[in-house]
């Protein structure tokens, strides 16, 4: 069984980076058994982006077909995921405490 995956946003804590230890799309990879059905985030170009990356990467097969849109409902809606991610620091990353806003407060 393949289990249909979303990702609510297209950030560090999905997707990886500088900020934190997360990156809960690598240890989906390495597990296996997934497909990324769609990842939502209000920055299209952003999420367009790590999604080229994924494309280009080991796991490529996991996201083929995978749709990028601005809208979490919309995803859920027009994939119908089984499980869902949700990317959200619970407080400001160190240095960008000015400049921070919830993606879903």
């Not at 952003?46 to 994924?54: S, T, W």
């Not at 990317?87 to 000015?98: D, L």
Request: charged share 20%; hydrophobic share 45%.
């Amino acid at each position: 069984m393949t289990l249909r995956v979303l990702f609510v946003g297209a950030g560090a804590v999905n997707f990886g980076g500088t900020i934190g230890p997360w990156d809960h799309s690598r240890r989906l990879e390495e597990l296996g058994g997934v497909q990324v059905v769609a990842i939502a985030d209000p920055d299209l170009p952003k999420a367009r982006g790590v999604l080229q990356l994924k494309l280009t990467g080991g796991a490529a097969e996991m996201y083929k077909g995978c749709l990028v849109v601005a809208d979490y409902l919309e995803a859920i809606q027009t994939t119908k995921p089984q499980v869902a991610f949700i990317g959200k620091f619970s407080h400001p990353p160190i240095g960008q405490e000015g400049r921070w806003h919830g993606f879903l407060t």
